[in-house]
């Protein structure tokens, strides 16, 4: 299947803008405006008292409370919508039992005999704090889009937050198991109580991709009794890699966008050192992963390793949708040392395994949309861990976008993805594409 591809932006160069695009620029504009006018001083605040429960959590997988959903526009093709929180575990803590909330959009559509089937949706990256979760300030435009093509072709649609989004405690942000069996448990809590059939596919874009690979990869061992029948993915951002290269110096965020440097295989091992005594953009990347190490890492202190103003962008990021102080540090260009007391890589060693595929030898048949002009995951890292999908048994069918970006890549997804989840369900498969992948324009070595 040809040698690893290069791709005109670097992919590490893309991982950075990625984050960095999504900390202070990315978020749907219905996220930020409704964050901005209930953002609190603490993570833990700023929704309501239904996202917080008081007494024992059963055993994963079950409803602990739901309320309608009458203060937010539902996607087109809703009959009802639903916040549900719900029992999960977390990736964390040998699956320390943790509550985890979501939404439930149900179609208009009649009722089939056998109940409708299930679109598990894996969200996008909106932010990290409570009032970030897409439960609380429901879908955009664009996203309403997307959701109504599924609930137009009969599907309940189940979403889940993931862990700490909207619930209490700090959300993993890519952590594989912990969104995965958010995922999971949802769907295993809303067919005890709504009239879903026994099949379930899951559908992730970007950060949702990497999650629904997670529930897909979970599924057999985690719930074997759900029939989780496909996993559907665009934008797939990959495991959170880090290549040592030389930190970005001078210059704009677009100068980046624009270094043509080869792509080369990335070990699973790398750790990106941050250089203290100069501005280094790849800070961003681990102030998103910062509140990981609090719940991998028991002696992890803050304030060993933030300064004050750190700490103050720690802060924003899990108190609002987006970090102006952050947005301010990449037109200031401090050095590094003034936001960090000391390197904060060396910790990614104890917890960058959180983020990465225990296999990728999926027991269902895997849809994944690669854009080719996709400005934010590198679509020559997607079809690497296409090929090692491949390699490893999987039947993947591969579409390649061309000429499209990260947000139009969904778009494809909407469209070609339940035409792919029908066939599934109805056991018609479809051909994979594995035997004759090869990077657009032809085979590579």
């Known amino acids: 299947m040809g040698r690893d591809v290069g791709a005109q932006m670097n992919p590490m160069i893309r991982l950075l803008l990625f984050f960095v695009v999504a900390v202070l620029f990315w978020l749907p504009a219905s996220v930020q405006a409704h964050a901005s006018a209930l953002v609190s001083d603490q993570k833990d605040e700023g929704v309501t008292p239904f996202y917080r429960w008081q007494g ?27 916040r549900i929180l719900y029992s999960s575990t977390s990736d964390f803590g040998r699956e320390r039992a943790i509550v985890a909330s979501g939404t439930v959009y149900l179609p208009a559509s009649k009722i089939p005999s056998g109940g409708w089937p299930v679109m598990l949706w894996a969200h996008g990256t909106v932010g990290t704090s409570d009032v970030c979760a ?10 309403a889009a997307f959701l109504s ?51 379930y596919v899951v559908v992730g874009h970007s950060q949702g991709a990497h999650a629904a690979f997670g529930a897909g990869l979970l599924q057999p061992e985690y719930t074997p009794d759900l029939q989780l029948r496909a996993v559907l993915v665009s934008g797939l951002p990959g495991e959170g890699e880090f290549q040592p290269f030389p930190s970005p110096g001078h210059g704009q965020m677009a100068d980046l966008a624009a270094a043509p440097v080869a792509h080369k295989e990335i070990p699973r091992d790398s750790i990106r050192a941050l250089r203290m005594a100069m501005f280094d953009p790849w800070f961003s990347v681990y102030l998103y992963y910062s509140p990981s190490y609090g719940l991998a890492l028991p002696d992890f202190d803050i304030d060993q390793w933030f300064t004050i103003e750190g700490q103050r962008m720690t802060s924003e990021l899990s108190t609002s949708c987006r970090s102006s102080s952050l947005a301010a540090a990449f037109h200031s260009r401090p050095a590094i040392s003034t936001l960090l007391k000391r390197d904060i890589s060396v910790l990614e060693r104890g917890v960058s395994r959180f983020r990465r595929y225990p296999t990728l030898r999926f027991t269902m048949p895997v849809y994944v949309g690669i854009g080719l002009a996709d400005e934010l995951t590198a679509p020559a890292l997607s079809f690497n861990i296409v090929r090692d999908a491949c390699r490893a048994g999987s039947s993947v069918l591969t579409h390649f976008y061309e000429g499209t970006d990260h947000a139009a890549a969904k778009q494809m997804l909407a469209k070609e993805g339940p035409d792919f989840a029908d066939d599934a369900l109805a056991s018609r498969s479809r051909t994979s594409n594995c035997e004759d992948l090869v990077w657009p324009g032809g085979p590579l070595g």
């Open 56 to 82: 024992d959590i059963p055993a994963a997988g079950h409803i602990l409370r739901s309320e309608a959903i009458n203060n937010l526009p539902l996607p087109p093709g809703a009959a009802s919508g639903m």
């Open 134 to 143: 897409p439960s609380w300030t429901g879908p955009d435009a664009a996203e």
């Open 149 to 199: 093509r599924w609930l137009s072709r009969g599907y309940a649609i189940v979403a889940a937050d993931y862990e700490g989004l909207g619930t209490a405690g700090p959300h993993p942000y890519m952590a594989l198991g912990s969104a995965g069996r958010t995922i999971l448990d949802a769907a295993r809590a809303t067919r005890r109580a709504f009239d879903f059939g026994d099949e």
